[in-house]
């Protein structure tokens, strides 16, 4: 009975670490959250605004997201050539490798955006998602959805592929079952009890989980479907409308640097990943900043309906103009037009003025 008890206190002092990384977090990160958090409050939900709109911003993500993290990796297939791979048009110039990594990518991420209110973060779930990742790789066969059985390492990767530098060490392969385990056992008390801001425990996981590297291959890209599920069940729901893995291809050398001056520090006294939370907030808010423009006036092609920007077009041009008059000039039915102005009046486009008979909208 005395070393069960002893057992579980070491566990509880392990995850009590993981805690103390983001306790004493500096001024310029929290002033990041609340950013991040300010401008998801200006997000129009995804119900609000037309479904054929958001599933080509969708899709269009869906390309350059694979696109980037792939790349990343040492992949070299453009945005171009993975749409055409994924509408089924046979691209010679590339390996098979290249081809499977991007396919499976793009269908994890697909099943992330389109189910993440399903999918419940767990072992199975990460074990599952990296077999869905490489289940298109041959020479992944035998290690997919498996911890590592051989130490890896980390490598700085350049844009042809090959490797410039070791970035670090990852944890000795006799150890990274059970401290995968810790790590997602704290993260999942940490999100249920709100204790800390959900984006400080994604960014405490993410620098954690790519130190320990539990998977022979495929952990970066991994992390970054992570990212984005967490970021989503975070309520960060224009998630799927920006690509996250774009902005880290543009700055990668500062997404190596950032892990890599983080993750020396982890294991140690004094530990401080603010470096690589720094650098994951600074993305994540140039990400909600990039949404929340999509809803600006230069943007406004891409939120609207082909109706809805009608009726916005012709607001534009007249001024000021009711309901009757949109309906007489345009030829579009009553219903839409009504539609058309709640949506408009939402994404905080137009304003009403006067009640009843004698209302009137006009552009802001």
Do not use: C
Request: net charge positive.
């Amino acid at each position: 009975m005395m070393k069960n008890t002893k057992k579980k206190t070491e566990k509880l002092t392990i995850l009590d670490n993981f805690s103390k990384r983001i306790e004493n977090i500096p001024a310029n990160i929290v002033s990041k959250i609340a950013k991040i958090d300010e401008l998801k409050g200006q997000w129009i939900s995804g119900a609000r605004l037309s479904p054929q709109v958001l599933g080509r911003l969708k899709r269009s993500v869906l390309i350059t997201s694979t696109g980037a993290s792939t790349r990343i990796e040492g992949a070299r297939l453009t945005d171009v050539d993975i749409e055409k791979l994924m509408r089924g048009i046979n691209i010679q110039k590339f390996t098979d490798r290249d081809k499977q990594e991007v396919k499976g990518y793009y269908e994890l991420l697909e099943n992330v955006f389109n189910s993440w209110r399903d999918l419940k973060f767990n072992e199975s779930l990460i074990k599952h998602f990296h077999k869905e990742l490489l289940k298109f790789t041959d020479k992944d066969k035998g290690h997919r959805g498996e911890y590592k059985k051989i130490d890896n390492k980390v490598h700085m990767i350049d844009k042809s592929g090959q490797s410039i530098g070791i970035l670090f060490n990852t944890t000795p392969t006799y150890l990274t079952s059970s401290q995968t385990k810790d790590l997602i056992e704290w993260t999942q008390k940490s999100l249920e009890e709100s204790k800390y801001h959900r984006l400080l425990v994604i960014g405490s996981f993410l620098v954690e989980f790519l130190k320990i590297h539990p998977f022979s291959d495929g952990n970066g890209r991994l992390s970054r479907v992570l990212t984005n599920l967490l970021l989503l069940q975070a309520g960060y729901l224009y998630i799927p409308y920006i690509s996250h893995e774009k902005l880290i291809e543009d700055n990668k050398p500062d997404y190596y640097v950032a892990l890599r001056v983080s993750q020396k520090t982890i294991g140690f006294k004094k530990e401080n990943i603010n470096v690589w939370l720094d650098f994951f907030l600074s993305i994540t808010l140039k990400q909600s900043h990039m949404a929340v423009k999509l809803l600006s006036k230069e943007n406004i092609e891409k939120i609207l309906s082909e109706k809805q920007l009608i009726v916005w077009q012709y607001i534009e041009k007249v001024k000021k103009t009711s309901t009757g008059g949109i309906v007489n000039d345009t030829n579009i039915a009553r219903p839409t037009v009504k539609q058309a102005l709640k949506t408009l009046l939402k994404l905080k486009k137009i304003e009403r003025v006067g009640l009843g008979r004698s209302t009137r909208y006009r552009k802001i």
